[in-house]
């Protein structure tokens, strides 16, 4: 008899821990639901934002992260693998802070004027970086110049990234200037747009301060690129 309340006693628990396990399972998935539910009602209204910076890390990019931490903004950051050896905290609080940390290229070279083995080399030299410093392996890049060709293309492929361009360029390098970054990103975003930016000059800082609470205060959700592009393929296929 002893050894039946025992054999009972181990069948409920392990019942009990299946159950909690299950009910576990379901509060998970009902989040992750919610979420995916949540942004393809923000993408199907065309107030979905992905904002990503290029060339960095710098020495400008903690501002940056800083006004992200602060008004709970997911962002992208395209690095050169130069800039993430002399920026590796840089690297990891972007990656720690669930940003998006993917690869530009190690030294800004354009892809379509150089060796198919310079290419991949400017890609692993990067993602080993980043390897390094994160210990994940990032799945985007965007080409430098947001220049390629076929070439390039089968390279990428052949090294399992894929290209991640933009079509709203705030032509932050040209302007230099707050203002005038501001109310271009305003003149150009239609909504469900990819933004380029970089975060190598102070009026860029400045200006991604003011667009991000410009955007949010119209309803806008900024996303990673990951989560972007996986709504935006979600969508597209249940048409």
């Not at 199907?44 to 800083?66: E, H, R, S, V």
């Not at 198919?116 to 990067?126: A, D």
């Not at 390039?152 to 290209?163: C, D, G």
């Amino acid at each position: 008899m002893f050894y039946s309340i025992k054999l009972n006693y181990k069948v409920t628990f392990i019942t009990i821990f299946l159950i909690l396990i299950n009910f576990l399972n379901i509060y998970i998935n009902g989040i992750t639901k919610t979420r995916e539910e949540y942004l393809i009602s923000i993408y199907k209204d065309k107030k979905l934002l992905a904002l990503t910076f290029d060339d960095g890390p710098t020495k400008y990019t903690n501002q940056i992260l800083d006004f992200l931490d602060s008004t709970d903004t997911k962002a992208t950051f395209f690095l050169l693998g130069e800039q993430a050896e002399k920026y590796p905290d840089l690297v990891l609080r972007e990656y720690n802070s669930k940003h998006s940390v993917c690869i530009h290229s190690y030294t800004h070279k354009f892809f379509t004027k150089i060796s198919k083995e310079e290419v991949i080399e400017q890609i692993e030299k990067t993602k080993s970086v980043i390897q390094n410093i994160t210990q994940s392996t990032p799945l985007y890049i965007r080409v430098p110049y947001g220049i390629i060709d076929d070439s390039v293309k089968e390279t990428l492929k052949e090294e399992n990234v894929e290209n991640v361009l933009w079509n709203v360029d705030s032509l932050d390098w040209k302007f230099k200037n707050k203002d005038q970054v501001v109310e271009y990103i305003k003149q150009n975003t239609t909504g469900n747009d990819i933004i380029l930016m970089h975060d190598i000059l102070q009026s860029s800082v400045d200006a991604a301060k003011e667009i991000i609470i410009y955007y949010k205060d119209l309803g806008y959700e900024f996303v990673t690129i990951d989560e972007f592009l996986e709504i935006k393929n979600i969508v597209k296929n249940t048409k």
